[in-house]
């Protein structure tokens, strides 16, 4: 069974960095794409940054600059340093993996998010 585990949310004051990990575990296959979503209270969840074969590396607007995803080599595991941290980026994060299975269909999975707070 494939499971996406999530770490390294917390508290940090505006203008400080967080780490997030996003450990693979179950699959096949490697993932061929990957990505870290975000929910704030009252929003709805919106994509960060991504690794997708088709475009890529590719972040949001809000992000650029601040925020790196990467992947350790074996795709076990996605990252998002996150510098520069402001309140607006205060939300539940979220790692995604899009994974084929051994019928060769394409399947998201998620993780159970992780809680990010900035203190202004």
């Known amino acids: 069974q494939v499971q996406l585990v999530e770490s390294g949310g917390g508290l940090v004051q505006a203008g400080g960095s967080l780490r997030l990990s996003c450990v693979v575990s179950?699959?096949?296959?490697?993932?061929?794409?990957v990505g870290w979503y975000r929910q704030a209270p009252g929003k709805q969840r919106e994509s960060v940054a991504s690794i997708t074969r088709a475009d890529g590396v590719n972040y949001a607007e809000s992000v650029k600059g601040r925020f790196a995803i990467s992947q350790d080599n074996a795709k076990t595991a996605i990252y998002l340093q996150m510098n520069g941290l402001t309140p607006e980026d205060t939300a539940v994060y979220y790692c995604?993996?899009?994974?084929?299975?051994?019928?060769?269909?394409?399947?998201?999975?998620w993780g159970q998010g992780t809680q990010v707070t900035v203190s202004s």
């Open positions: 179950g699959n096949m296959f490697s993932p061929s794409d």
């Open positions: 995604k993996a899009v994974i084929m299975d051994w019928r060769g269909s394409y399947n998201d999975y």
